[in-house]
C-alpha cells in the first residue's frame, strides 16, 4: 500500500531550495553565469547582422576585421559560463543528494515494521537510490529552463522587437500554443516518471528475493519461474522508458513547427 500524500511540483521544488539554501554563494555565481551565456544568445544574433546586412560582400574591412574576433570572444565567455552553470549546478545536486539519502536513511531505520510489511524492499531501496536522484536532476533541469532559457528567450525577443516588431508579434501569437504543449509534456514526463520509479522497485525487489534467495531458488527447481517473472517486469521498465523518450522526442519538432508556422504566416 502506498500512502505517500500527492504534492505538486512547486512544492517538491519550494522543499528542494531548502536544501539548497547553505550553497547560496555557488547558486548566485551558476545564476550568473547563465545570465551571461544567455547574453551571449542574444550578442550572437546581433553580431549576424552586419552579415545579413551584406557588410562581407561589400567588403566593408572594419566589419571584416571585427567580427571574427568578436566570435571568439563570446564563444569564450559562452563556453566559461556554461562550464560554471554546468559545474556549479552538479555541485549542488550532489550536495542536496547527499543530504536527502541521509535524511531518507536515518528516517528509514526509525520507521515500524508496519511501514515495511506495506513495501517491498526493492521500493525501499529504489526510494533512497533512484528516486532522490530523479528528483536533484529534475530540480536542476527546471532551473536551466526558467533561468537560463527564460533569460535567453527575453534578450532574443527584445532583440527581434528592435528588428522588426511585426515579425516578434506574429511569434508571439505561437507563444500560448507552445504553453500549453510544454505544459502537457511535463504532464505526461511526471506521470510516466512515477511508473518508472515503481517498476525500478519491482526490478530491484525481484532481483534481490533471488540473490538472497538463490539456495532456495536452486532447491525448488524454479530458475525458469524466476526467470520469466523478471522478463515481465524488465520489459514494463523498458516500455515506461521508451514512453519518455518517445513524448521528449516528438514534442521538440512540434514545438518547433508550430513556431515555424508563425513565421511561414508573416
Not at 528475493?209 to 522478463?231: C, P
Amino acid at each position: 500500500m502506498d500512502n505517500t500524500k500527492s504534492i505538486s511540483a512547486g512544492e517538491v521544488y519550494g522543499r528542494l531550495l531548502n536544501y539548497v539554501k547553505p550553497y547560496w554563494p555557488a547558486f548566485v555565481a551558476a545564476v550568473i553565469s547563465m545570465a551571461l551565456y544567455a547574453a551571449t544568445e542574444t550578442g550572437l544574433a546581433a553580431m549576424m547582422k552586419p552579415l545579413m546586412d551584406g557588410s562581407f560582400v561589400n567588403k566593408d574591412s572594419e566589419t571584416i576585421k571585427f567580427i571574427p574576433l568578436a566570435l571568439i570572444g563570446l564563444f569564450l565567455v559562452r563556453g566559461a559560463a556554461n562550464f560554471i552553470t554546468s559545474y556549479g549546478l552538479g555541485w549542488i545536486a550532489r550536495n542536496v543528494i547527499k543530504q536527502l539519502r541521509k535524511e531518507m536513511f536515518e528516517r528509514l531505520i526509525t520507521l515500524p515494521a508496519s511501514y515495511y510489511d506495506q513495501s517491498t524492499s526493492g521500493q525501499l531501496m529504489s526510494k533512497l537510490l533512484y528516486d532522490v536522484e530523479q528528483v536533484a536532476d529534475a530540480a536542476t533541469d527546471a532551473v536551466l529552463t526558467m533561468i537560463r532559457d527564460t533569460l535567453t528567450i527575453i534578450g532574443l525577443l527584445a532583440w527581434m522587437i528592435y528588428i522588426n516588431g511585426m515579425l516578434s508579434l506574429i511569434i508571439l501569437l505561437t507563444v500560448p500554443l507552445i504553453a500549453v504543449l510544454v505544459y502537457k509534456v511535463s504532464y505526461r514526463f511526471r506521470r510516466i516518471s512515477k511508473t518508472i520509479q515503481d517498476s525500478m522497485g519491482d526490478v530491484g525487489h525481484v532481483s534481490n528475493e533471488v540473490i538472497e534467495g538463490h539456495r532456495e531458488v536452486k532447491t525448488f527447481g524454479s530458475q525458469e519461474y524466476e526467470q520469466k517473472r523478471f522478463e515481465i517486469i524488465n520489459q514494463k521498465n523498458r516500455n515506461q522508458r521508451m514512453k519518455m523518450i518517445a513524448t521528449d522526442a516528438i514534442s521538440q519538432p512540434v514545438i518547433q513547427l508550430i513556431s515555424v508556422l508563425g513565421l511561414s504566416g508573416v
